[in-house]
């Protein structure tokens, strides 16, 4: 069964840091970019940021560009998400998610070899997801 399990997240001051992981188990990530998302209390679940899938390409979110950075280990299996000066308006659960197999093949890069990540970032091409790790930023 495929499934990504995120962990990572907490209570943490602002202006904290905090870095999340994705692992991936019952399926290799190599072929698949890779997105991390959230969703506020009350608000509908946004693109946080995406890498492609040889960690060769990456996108943010204008909200989190500068203070987020995601990377990805294929040998591990793994995603993360390293964020620093963290804002309270940064409080959300945190998913991520692969991008679908038949949107990867249409955006790959035929030079490098790798999927692209789709731009924008949006939910409806995006899965399997999990249980989310709850990110929470308060003094």
């Known amino acids: 069964q495929l499934q990504l399990v995120e962990s990572g997240g907490g209570l943490v001051q602002p202006g904290g840091s905090l870095r999340l992981s994705c692992a991936a188990s019952?399926?290799?990530?190599?072929?698949?970019?890779i997105g991390w998302f959230r969703q506020a209390p009350g608000k509908e679940r946004e693109g946080v940021s995406c890498i492609s899938s040889r960690g060769g390409s990456t996108n943010y979110a204008d909200s989190v560009k500068g203070r987020f950075t995601i990377s990805r280990d294929n040998a591990k299996n793994t995603v993360y998400l390293q964020m620093n000066s963290l804002k309270p308006e940064d409080t959300a659960v945190y998913y991520c998610?692969?991008?679908?197999?038949?949107?990867?093949?249409?955006?790959?890069?035929?030079?490098?070899?790798?999927?692209?990540?789709?731009?924008?970032?949006?939910?409806?091409?995006?899965?399997?997801w999990g249980q989310g790790t709850q990110v929470i930023v308060s003094s």
């Open positions: 019952g399926f290799t990530l190599d072929y698949y970019a």
């Open positions: 998610a692969a991008e679908a197999p038949e949107l990867g093949v249409e955006l790959t890069d035929i030079t490098t070899l790798q999927a692209m990540c789709a731009e924008p970032l949006v939910v409806a091409g995006f899965g399997p």
